[in-house]
């Protein structure tokens, strides 16, 4: 188990990929891999970021084949238009264009984080839904995991869907309260039955918060098509769900946080939405300190003020469901029971309707 200051630095870090900052082009972006083990299809969108591509004097990176790589391995070809963040040379976010199409690419010098990710995302795309009884169409609410590059130089880079688009963050500030109690009920519906998914894959996301679920840009006026992005803090957990947490964002992290001890991690991907949801209502998270934190999980009782801005009880209900203090009480999402909650292809369907 890392630190906690490690944990909420490497969440820092990961944040990143969502501010748009211009830098120089680095001269070591990773080869696509040509391992079909490692090319996956694609699927659905990503980053709010790739909104802004430019940059007509970026480089074209090609590939260097494997030994013995067909000539078709060789058509495969990435170019970087902009870079959107840099940490270092071997962290940052970049748009590209890879294969001729548009691609957001993600790169880390943690290989847990980029593991994490790749695990994550393949697990989700390649798996069944209909054998939990929930819509195939689950996997359009998460970005799709275009190509697994090949490592270069302590690099380990993603490309990824791009998605023109609003994070709920932004989303969730243009909206005065009615809106939000007519929009946010869908929108959470549908990041449930996503993180439900994910749960009975074994997996929990791990850094749930309103910069990691983003608005398509075609769904912006009715009900809002999500899609949840940025999986470096998610695990395998299993049946049990029980492990130390990797990761998490200062305000999204559940009391039993503060914790040194094995916790369930599905219950804790719980707290995190009902902490996202509190924050789309709210403007701001619940707990923004690790002092207030450890109050609330000493005491087993909530100190955040009441939302007194909305009016729909129901909304409201659903939040406090999420945010019971004590994970022995709070229940997994797989396990909740709301009448907002409906059936991902209902709302999925609902929203397009309205496009």
Same mark, same amino acid.
């Given at each position: 188990?890392?630190?906690?200051?490690?944990?909420?630095?490497?969440?820092?870090?990961?944040?990143?990929?969502?501010? #748009?900052?211009?830098? *120089?082009?680095?001269? !070591?972006? =990773? /080869?696509? $891999?040509?391992? +079909?083990?490692?090319?996956?299809? @694609?699927?659905?969108?990503?980053?709010? #970021?790739?909104?802004? *591509?430019?940059?007509? !004097?970026? =480089? /074209?990176? $090609?590939?260097? +084949?494997?030994?013995?790589?067909? @000539?078709?391995?060789?058509k495969s070809k990435l170019?970087?238009?902009?870079?959107?963040?840099?940490?270092? /040379?071997?962290?940052?976010?970049?748009?590209?264009?890879?294969?001729?199409?548009?691609?957001?690419?993600?790169?880390?010098?943690?290989?847990?984080?980029?593991?994490?990710?790749?695990?994550?995302?393949?697990?989700?795309?390649?798996?069944?839904?209909?054998?939990?009884?929930?819509?195939?169409?689950i996997k359009e609410a998460?970005?799709?995991?275009?190509?697994?590059?090949?490592?270069?130089?302590?690099?380990?880079?993603?490309?990824?869907?791009?998605?023109?688009?609003?994070?709920?963050?932004?989303?969730?500030?243009?909206?005065?309260?009615?809106?939000?109690?007519?929009?946010?009920?869908?929108?959470?519906?549908?990041?449930?039955?996503?993180?439900?998914?994910?749960?009975?894959?074994?997996?929990?996301?791990g850094d749930i918060k309103?910069?990691?679920?983003?608005?398509?840009?075609?769904?912006?006026?009715?009900?809002?098509?999500?899609?949840?992005?940025?999986?470096?803090?998610?695990?395998?957990?299993?049946?049990?769900?029980?492990?130390?947490?990797?990761?998490?964002?200062?305000?999204?992290?559940?009391?039993?946080?503060?914790?040194?001890?094995?916790?369930?991690?599905?219950?804790?991907?719980?707290?995190?939405?009902?902490?996202?949801?509190?924050?789309?209502?709210?403007?701001?998270?619940?707990?923004?300190?690790?002092?207030?934190?450890?109050?609330?999980?000493?005491?087993?009782?909530?100190?955040?003020?009441?939302?007194?801005?909305?009016?729909?009880?129901?909304?409201?209900?659903?939040?406090?469901?999420?945010?019971?203090?004590?994970?022995?009480?709070?229940?997994?999402?797989?396990?909740?029971?709301?009448?907002?909650?409906?059936?991902?292809?209902?709302?999925?369907?609902?929203?397009?309707?309205?496009?």
């Amino acid at each position: 188990m890392r630190s906690f200051a490690t944990i909420l630095l490497a969440a820092a870090v990961v944040a990143l990929c969502h501010v #748009s900052t211009s830098s *120089a082009v680095p001269t !070591n972006v =990773p /080869s696509p $891999s040509t391992d +079909p083990t490692n090319a996956l299809p @694609s699927a659905p969108p990503s980053p709010p #970021s790739a909104r802004t *591509a430019s940059g007509s !004097n970026a =480089p /074209s990176i $090609s590939p260097s +084949p494997k030994s013995g790589a067909s @000539s078709k391995s060789r058509k495969s070809k990435l170019i970087v238009e902009s870079i959107l963040t840099r940490t270092d /040379s071997k962290t940052y976010t970049a748009l590209v264009q890879y294969n001729d199409k548009a691609g957001f690419l993600k790169c880390t010098g943690d290989k847990e984080v980029f593991d994490n990710e790749r695990v994550a995302l393949t697990k989700i795309h390649a798996g069944d839904p209909s054998k939990y009884g929930i819509s195939p169409r689950i996997k359009e609410a998460f970005v799709g995991l275009t190509a697994v590059l090949s490592p270069n130089k302590g690099s380990y880079c993603l490309v990824l869907e791009r998605l023109d688009g609003w994070s709920l963050e932004n989303y969730a500030a243009l909206l005065g309260n009615p809106e939000k109690d007519a929009y946010l009920p869908s929108l959470f519906s549908q990041v449930i039955n996503g993180i439900r998914y994910m749960n009975h894959l074994g997996l929990v996301h791990g850094d749930i918060k309103p910069e990691n679920i983003m608005i398509k840009g075609t769904s912006f006026i009715n009900k809002p098509v999500i899609v949840i992005v940025d999986f470096g803090m998610s695990q395998v957990v299993g049946e049990s769900g029980m492990g130390y947490f990797y990761g998490g964002t200062m305000g999204y992290l559940a009391p039993e946080d503060v914790l040194d001890e094995q916790t369930d991690l599905y219950k804790r991907d719980t707290w995190m939405l009902g902490a996202t949801l509190y924050a789309s209502l709210a403007g701001l998270p619940p707990y923004n300190s690790i002092g207030v934190l450890e109050s609330v999980e000493r005491q087993g009782k909530n100190l955040f003020p009441p939302i007194e801005t909305s009016k729909n009880a129901q909304l409201l209900a659903l939040m406090n469901k999420m945010l019971v203090c004590s994970p022995a009480q709070r229940p997994k999402l797989s396990d909740l029971s709301d009448p907002l909650i409906e059936p991902y292809e209902k709302t999925i369907s609902a929203a397009l309707q309205q496009e």
